[in-house]
């Protein structure tokens, strides 16, 4: 079955401290793994995905296969990194449905 | 705003009666999707379309739900016989063929 499980529903850190979201997926094959992001009033959009292996916002993601894990990290968070962080999964190939995880609440305090 | 468009934003209606939600997606964009999110949970698919041609649907889209997209363009979901378990967020979002999914905001359903 196509599942993506966030062991976390809230992960609280102090500004300047690093952050890494965890994201676990289970697929027979290779899927194309995204993150998400939802600040508070606003719409849920895209912020990276592995192929395209950018880094935004300063936040990364590596694709283990080994593990099947797709973990969002940031070295020093920001007060303006709190938001809901979803991972979501795909069939490789575009044009496909996302399957999300539950997410996880990033708040970051001063 | 040249985004993805939902109406309404909220909607309460009284168990038993029919809802109908529209999505305006980005008029470029031949795809578009319906999920629906519930309180701590990630959005679930429901169904979508390739222009006016509905290519898949959820197990969780029951025979009171039924979408349309006409023209190619809007789409609209229904929602019959509501009831409290159907309260949730209905996002809808399109996209162009790549990646690059652009989401609405959302309509909040409320059955009471």
């Known amino acids: 079955a196509q599942r993506v499980t966030q062991p976390e529903k809230l992960l609280s850190v102090f500004k300047g401290a690093p952050v890494e979201l965890k994201c676990n997926y289970s697929?027979?094959?290779?899927?194309?793994l995204f993150w998400y992001v939802q600040y508070s009033r606003q719409r849920l959009q895209l912020l990276l995905r592995?192929?395209s292996r950018e880094s935004i916002k300063g936040f990364t993601a590596d694709l283990n296969k080994g593990e099947t894990s797709f973990h969002l990290k940031k070295p020093f968070a920001q007060e303006e990194d709190s938001a809901m962080y979803y991972c979501?999964?795909?069939?490789?190939?575009?044009?496909?449905?996302?399957?999300f995880g539950a997410g996880t609440r990033l708040a970051v305090h001063p | 705003d040249t985004g993805v468009s939902q109406d309404p934003r909220h909607k309460i209606t009284k168990r038993g009666q029919n809802v109908t939600f529209r999505c305006d997606p980005i008029?470029?964009?031949?795809?578009l999707y319906w999920y629906r999110q519930t309180l701590g949970q990630g959005p679930e698919f429901l169904t979508y379309f390739q222009n006016e041609a509905q290519l898949e649907k959820s197990r969780l889209l029951s025979d009171r739900f039924s979408a349309e997209r006409p023209k190619g363009s809007f789409s609209t979901l229904e929602i019959q016989r509501t009831e409290q378990g159907d309260s949730a967020m209905y996002l809808c979002?399109?996209?162009?063929?790549?990646?690059?999914?652009?989401f609405g905001s959302g309509t909040r359903l409320t059955v009471v």
């Open positions: 697929y027979s094959g290779s899927p194309e």
């Open positions: 979501a999964l795909s069939r490789p190939g575009g044009y496909n449905k996302l399957i």
């Open positions: 008029s470029e964009h031949n795809r």
């Open positions: 592995h192929i």
């Open positions: 979002a399109s996209t162009p063929g790549d990646y690059g999914y652009t």
